[in-house]
């Protein structure tokens, strides 16, 4: 999966509200499909739900609303003044920034696609296109707003994936610290990654999988395909 990973340490992101108005304030359905010419499918979980354990996970899936997301920002208390473009809280801007690859086409003109979208509910986007060793390195070192990321796939999933989300200096552990119950959610993944029992696994990763789409700071985007190109003439 294709994914938006929000950095909750960040003062305009700790709020709940804010990340789900960002998850609504976009056309993720528009966007992939133009981004990809179609190649990818729009993603409405973390992890697609023909993985192992994935199947039952129980999420809200958003759909583009500019109006919920406006109201969203509005309850965080993030006002448009009158006259303005950017909505302000406490005199400062709702000003965010998004690193992505600078190699990477696609990220890009995500990039751009969602500077234009959040500039419609009055949220100023900056991009910045970084290579790919500083890309990681910065998400590691939890110095970022808003990254692109995409899980490992078959076979490593979901376990990998749950793995670098628990473990120190990956960089999702440090973004999801604002999370009410991280705790918990790093006990339920140390218990997933031990027991031996097949029901209790699948319940955990129900749990844990759902928590982390609820909280919102992981934004499922697309499910990216593996290409494969062959000749008309091999039979």
């Given amino acids: ?3 938006l990973v929000m950095n909750t340490n960040k003062e305009q992101l700790s709020d709940i509200r804010v990340r789900q108005a960002l998850h609504y304030g976009f056309n993720k359905e528009a966007m992939v499909e133009g981004v990809t010419s179609g190649l990818e499918e729009k993603a409405d979980y973390i ?3 023909n993985f ?3 199947s039952n996970v129980r999420a809200t899936t958003v759909n ?3 109006e919920k997301a406006k109201q969203l920002l509005d ?3 993030w006002k448009l003044p009158k006259g303005k473009d950017i909505r302000e809280k406490d005199g400062q801007p709702l000003e965010i920034e998004l690193m992505y690859n600078s190699a990477e086409s696609i990220q890009k003109t995500m990039a751009e696609t969602l500077q234009s979208e959040w500039a419609g509910i009055g ?3 900056n991009i910045d296109g970084v290579e790919l060793t500083t890309q990681v390195e910065r998400f590691k070192a939890n110095e970022f707003d808003m990254n692109f ?3 490992y796939g078959a076979p490593y999933d979901p376990h990998t994936f749950v793995n670098i989300v628990a473990t120190e200096g990956f960089g999702f552990r440090e973004s999801i610290s604002a999370y009410p119950n ?3 959610l790093l006990t339920q993944i140390a218990e997933v990654q031990q027991t031996v029992d097949e029901n209790e696994r699948q319940n955990l990763y129900t749990e844990i999988l759902g928590s982390l789409q609820e909280q919102g700071a992981i934004v499922p985007i697309s499910y990216i395909k593996q290409v494969a190109i062959y000749q008309k003439n091999v039979s």
């Fill in 52 to 54: 192992p354990y994935t």
């Fill in 123 to 125: 949220v100023k986007l």
């Fill in 47 to 49: 992890l697609p739900p």
């Fill in 64 to 66: 583009y609303d500019s």
């Fill in 75 to 77: 309850e965080a208390g």
């Fill in 1 to 3: 999966t294709r994914q």
């Fill in 182 to 184: 991280k705790a918990e």
């Fill in 149 to 151: 990321f995409s899980n």
